[in-house]
């Protein structure tokens, strides 16, 4: 089954102590993407990367880290998470045309991240 | 920003009506989505329309684009109470398109 994959789904953390959060797609896409969604601020792009070893930074890049060593995963670290990271974070995948991306995304299940 | 906006933000129908929710946006396209979330979920993509074009059709959703207009709208017809969920439009860029911008969404709520 063609799917995004986020790990873990729910996560409580404290100040500081360096986390990830894990995402991986079976579809062979170029592009991948985090977006964190906040109630009224919709989702907001965090980081993206248009291929192996390409990432750049999207709206919200601080605090946050990325890397895209193999196409199917690009994990999303936080090495000294705050209060104010906590959110519900999406990884999404899509095939990439004319150089961008396109067509529709397809997107994980979301990781509900509460740091205190 | 280019952060589409939803109107309106939450919208309570009965079951069988038909339901209608506003996209508006503010730069150049490429490509306009509509997205599905059911709570607290991941985003389902239901349909693309490009910029050249100006309505689509898939089963019981109609989506139209008007670029001169900077927006878009999305109707469901005779709609059902799975269909409660909430609603986000997102623009692709016309220049890079590497990102997707989502509005706000609209929360419908389809009432049995």
């Not at chain 1, 996560?11 to 062979?28: E, F, Y």
């Not at chain 1, 999207?58 to 209060?83: A, H, M, Q, T, W």
Request: glycine share 8%.
């Amino acid at each position: 089954e063609a799917q995004v994959t986020q790990n873990p789904r729910y996560l409580i953390t404290v100040t500081g102590k360096k986390l990830t959060v894990t995402c991986s797609q079976n579809m062979n896409h170029e592009y991948m993407s985090w977006y964190r969604q906040d109630p009224g601020l919709g989702l907001r792009q965090i980081y993206y990367s248009m291929n192996v070893e390409v990432t750049d930074k999207g709206d919200v890049p601080e605090g946050y880290k990325v890397s895209r060593k193999e196409k199917r995963n690009f994990p999303l670290i936080l090495e000294s998470p705050s209060p104010n990271q906590t959110s519900l974070y999406f990884c999404a995948s899509g095939p990439t045309t004319a150089g961008g991306l396109n067509t529709e995304a397809f997107f994980g299940q979301g990781t509900r991240l509460t740091v205190v | 920003s280019q952060q589409g906006e939803e109107d309106p933000q939450a919208l309570s129908i009965q079951e069988g009506e038909n339901a209608t929710m506003n996209c508006s946006y503010k730069t150049s396209i490429n490509n306009l989505q509509w997205y599905r979330q059911n709570s607290g979920r991941g985003l389902v993509h239901l349909i693309l329309i490009r910029s050249n074009e100006r309505e689509k059709h898939s089963g019981r959703l109609r989506v139209t684009l008007d670029t001169s207009k900077k927006s878009s709208s999305l109707l469901i017809t005779a709609s059902r109470a799975a269909d409660t969920a909430s609603y986000f439009c997102a623009t692709g860029d016309q220049t890079g398109a590497n990102n997707l911008f989502f509005g706000t969404g609209t929360r419908l709520t389809v009432i049995p």
